[in-house]
Every structure is written in C-alpha cells, then in structure tokens.
C-alpha cells in the first residue's frame, strides 16, 4: 500500500465529482483504514476567521486575525481544522503530520491564534475530505488524482487561485496539458 499522507492531491480534469474540481488536497492521515485531507485551495463562501471568532466568543487581540476559511470537504461541514506549520502544538491534540505540517483540530488553536501565539502559517478550514479503505488507491488508478510533495510554499504561500496550477507545475505538469481520460498502453 503507498502511503500519501503528507502529501498533496491534484485533482485531474473530468473527475467527475464538482467538489474537487480543480482541488488540491493536503492528505493528513493515510492507512489501510482510508484517508483523511484538506482541500487547501477552495475557499468557503462568505466565511472569514473573524467570523468564526466572533461566534465561538473568542476575542482576538488587535490586529485582528481576518484570514479566509476554506471548504475542507465534504464531510462533517460544521467541524474545524487548523492545517499549520510545524512550530505550533496544542496542548490538547496535534496530529504531526509530517516534519514541515500538523493539523489541530481544537479549540485551543483558534484561541492561540486570536492570542498571536498561534502557528506562524495556518489555514483553517471547514469539513474534511475523506476516503474508504482502498477508495483513494482506485481513484488514483483510474485517473482521478494526481500526487506530488507538500511544501510550506505551495500549501500556505501560493494564492488559492493558483494552487492547483503551481502543483500540476511543481510535477512538470503543464495544466493546458492535462486530458479528463486516461489512456491504456
């Protein structure tokens, strides 16, 4: 079995599923059980950080956090996750997903970040992604994703917009290129 976690998805063109279109997933957990990631590039709509502060009664101290939230996934839409920099760990639970990334999924991150004591890079997202036993390995073999490495730049630097081109690049992909079908030799 290939391992993933740590890494990032590219969506292929014609996935077929208009959630991931055009997504870039940041896969924290991957076993024989299935997989859980992030989309890192879609960001929810009409939902900014300080309005998730507001509504948990967190009070930030000036300047005010007002970063974008993005859509995680599909599933579990109310939950919250903190994929961040590998300087930051809660006193509660942090998954280290890798030497560079960990991901929070308490309330104690967002209070930290309202404090300034956060990560030094964050995205926080809404919902999570999240495959069956062997449900990503066969959407992987039938050309629904692509793989490559998780960097800082490309998870926390590059511009949502760009995300999903800057990831088919760090491949040598050139996105124009890319076909929705798979072709059998």
Known sequence: ???????????????????????????????????????????????????????????????????????????????????????????????QVSDRFGMTATLDVLEDIAQGNGPAQALMMLGYSGWGPGQLEAEIAHNGWLTTDATPDLVFDANEDGKWSAALRALGVDPLGLSASAGHA
């Open 1 to 95: 079995m290939i391992n993933l976690t740590g890494k990032l998805l590219i969506a292929m063109p014609g996935m077929g599923d208009p959630r991931f279109d055009h997504s870039v997933i940041f896969i924290c957990n991957h076993t024989s059980d299935g997989a859980m990631g992030l989309i890192i590039n879609k960001p929810a709509e009409d939902v900014r950080l300080s309005d998730l502060l507001k509504q948990l009664n967190i009070e930030p101290l000036p300047p005010h956090p007002d970063s974008l939230v993005y859509f995680g996934g599909p599933v579990e839409g109310a939950r919250g996750f903190v994929l961040h920099s590998q300087d930051y760990e809660s006193c509660l639970q942090t998954l």
